[in-house]
T-cell receptor, first 111, second 112 residues
Framework: TQLLEQSPQFLSIQEGENLTVYCNSS?????LQWYRQEPGEGPVLLVT?????EVKKLKRLTFQFGDARKDSSLHITAAQTGDTGLYLC???????????FGSGTQLTVLP | ETGVTQSPTHLIKTRGQQVTLRCSSQ?????VSWYQQALGQGPQFIFQ???????GRGNFPPRFSGLQFPNYSSELNVNALELDDSALYLC???????????FGPGTRLTVL
């Protein structure tokens, strides 16, 4: 069974601070996605990384895929209150490209 | 472009009953996947449908079943409901063999 572990589970920071969320596995994934989910809504896709060592930037968010395609990180620069939400990493595997999700990091950005 | 829609939004059932949840895929998407998200956890893959056939299944018992229709919409059926089936059920649509999946808002199922 493939598992993804996310850390930290909870993170509360002040607006303007930087933060990093980690996603680790002992398994190799063909790709990895990061999603953000708000209460009562479905996850919203932020980014897909496919190549080992790949780095993608989305405004203040920087995503990195580990060289061995087993781990990933999400770095947010100068967090804003609008960044508050549940951040989920998900690895793709199998012929059905099914997603294996981590348990999520609940981020709260305080004004 | 129409996004993924799900119905109903909320549902309350009692143990032993049966439930049907519905999903309309995003315009142009031919693949639908269903996930179960318990409170405080990440979503877990139930199964996927492509071309009206099951195309992969997670670790869920047979009382979880599904259908996909020619217009790519889908249903999730759960028989003999148990208390632990209480969760947010998410539908995601995608193009076959593509990594990106786009989620609907979910159906919140409560089993009493």
């Amino acid at each position: 069974t493939q598992l993804l572990e996310q850390s930290p589970q909870f993170l509360s920071i002040q607006e303007g601070e930087n933060l990093t969320v980690y996603c680790n596995s002992s398994s190799v994934f063909s790709s990895l996605q990061w999603y953000r989910q708000e209460p009562g809504e479905g996850p919203v896709l932020l980014v897909t990384v496919v190549t080992g060592g790949e780095v993608k930037k989305l405004k203040r968010l920087t995503f990195q895929f580990g060289d061995a395609r087993k781990d990933s990180s999400l770095h947010i620069t100068a967090a804003q209150t609008g960044d508050t939400g549940l951040y989920l990493c998900a690895g793709t595997s199998g012929s059905a490209r099914q997603l294996t999700f981590g348990s999520g990091t609940q981020l709260t950005v305080l004004p | 472009e129409t996004g993924v829609t799900q119905s109903p939004t909320h549902l309350i059932k009692t143990r032993g009953q049966q439930v049907t949840l519905r999903c309309s895929s995003q315009s142009g998407h031919n693949t639908v996947s269903w996930y179960q998200q318990a409170l405080g956890q990440g979503p877990q893959f139930i199964f996927q449908y492509y071309r009206e056939e099951e195309n992969g299944r997670g670790n869920f018992p047979p009382r979880f079943s599904g259908l996909q229709f020619p217009n790519y919409s889908s249903e999730l059926n759960v028989n003999a409901l148990e208390l632990d089936d209480s969760a947010l059920y998410l539908c995601a649509s995608s193009l076959a063999l593509r990594n990106e999946q786009f989620f609907g808002p979910g159906t919140r199922l409560t089993v009493l």
